[in-house]
């Protein structure tokens, strides 16, 4: 299969570690981002793997505000939705963050490399 790559947006503000706003809100945020993540890998035509693989993960913010040690965190769930399409365990995931450019509205841009079995 080779590399493979997947634009997923931005993360709301209620998903992110330090967000505020109520449990139930940030409980609805997570659930939907959840979803939306695994319809997008389901959309792109990403098959289900069996292996470990490694990701490179390129956030582009939509502004210079964000801190970048949440980062990771704040996409929790949209990998957990990667690994749901996928039929994954998320730890199967071996992340590899990258700063990319300020983006308008901010993009999360996944980049999948398979391991041979």
Do not use: H
Request: with cysteine; charged share 25%; glycine share 8%.
């Amino acid at each position: 299969m080779g590399r493979f790559q997947i634009t997923y947006p931005w993360p709301d503000t209620l998903v992110r570690t330090n967000a505020r706003g109520g449990r139930y809100k940030k409980a609805k945020a997570v659930k939907k981002a959840r979803s939306d993540a695994a319809e997008t890998t389901w959309d792109a035509g990403l098959c289900p793997m069996v292996t470990a693989m490694p990701v490179e993960v390129e956030f582009r913010p939509p502004n210079n505000r964000d801190d970048k040690l949440n980062r990771m965190g704040n996409v929790k769930a949209m990998f957990d939705g990667i690994a749901d399409a996928l039929g994954v365990n998320d730890k199967a995931f071996d992340p590899m963050p990258v700063n990319g450019e300020q983006t308008k509205g901010g993009a999360v841009v996944v980049t999948f490399e398979e391991i041979p079995a």
